[in-house]
């Protein structure tokens, strides 16, 4: 129903939109003819032979009612800011009920849905995207509490990753693993305590940065801390893909 509502007044919209723009351009017409009129009356007036000659006479080529194009102009002129304001009015009334201006009706930011709100198959999906991510998902060292392991991991081991990392990954995420909150929906007791990601433009700056991570120098630094904060037989990792809806 929102949808046919938004079709119906983009459509209403384009045409208040057509009709003021052939409005303008009629006008701008009329005017020009007008002024060609004028200047014909002048040559005339300038090659009268007769002292006694009634201007009066050339005037009435001078019609009060102009037309262009057939059109009467006073006609024309009454539609044009009315066929604007509707079209302004329906602009932004569609920008507060559809979230979106639509110009142009045919291109329609509304996608069907079922009744359950899930799109429906008539939906275009969208292109998978071409960042390659990759998800860690790494357990605190035994002894550690949630605290102390992020703590450290913020504050300390953080800027490790950031180093050897940047300038090839584009994000650095952490997600914490937050404890159950009254819903048995969650688990007690994942096997992780925190999910990384990161993410790479492409191939080339994903082998690049870990070209840089697996240097002697780099390797020697990050095991160092590392042996301070996870448990490395519950590591896991994966590059993952993505689609969205």
């Not at 009329?30 to 009268?48: A, H, P, R």
């Not at 037309?67 to 079209?87: E, H, I, Q």
Request: aromatic share 12%.
């Amino acid at each position: 129903m929102k949808k046919t509502i938004s079709d119906t007044l983009a459509w209403v919209a384009f045409s208040a939109l057509v009709v003021w723009i052939a409005a303008v351009g009629l006008t701008l017409t009329s005017y020009w003819q007008t002024l060609s009129d004028i200047m014909g009356l002048i040559e005339e007036v300038k090659t009268c032979a007769s002292s006694k000659c009634e201007s009066q006479v050339f005037l009435e080529r001078l019609s009060s009612t102009t037309t262009a194009f057939g059109f009467n102009t006073d006609v024309v002129k009454s539609v044009r800011m009315p066929a604007f304001v509707t079209w302004c009015t329906i602009i932004m009334f569609q920008s507060f009920f559809v979230r979106s201006f639509r110009v142009w009706p045919w291109q329609s930011n509304l996608r069907s849905v079922n009744r359950d709100g899930s799109p429906s198959s008539s939906s275009p999906p969208k292109k998978r995207s071409k960042v390659i991510k990759v998800v860690t998902l790494l357990k605190r060292k035994q002894g550690l509490s949630r605290e102390q392991f992020r703590d450290h991991y913020e504050n300390v081991h953080r800027h490790l990753g950031e180093k050897y990392l940047f300038p090839h990954a584009i994000r650095y995420v952490r997600r914490y693993v937050e404890p159950p909150r009254g819903s048995s929906s969650y688990e007690a007791s994942p096997d992780f305590d925190v999910m990384m990601e990161v993410w790479f433009p492409d191939e080339s700056a994903m082998s690049a940065a870990m070209q840089a991570i697996n240097s002697p120098d780099a390797q020697q630094e990050i095991l160092a801390d590392e042996e301070n904060l996870f448990d490395h037989g519950a590591t896991k990792s994966f590059t993952v893909s993505e689609s969205t809806s």
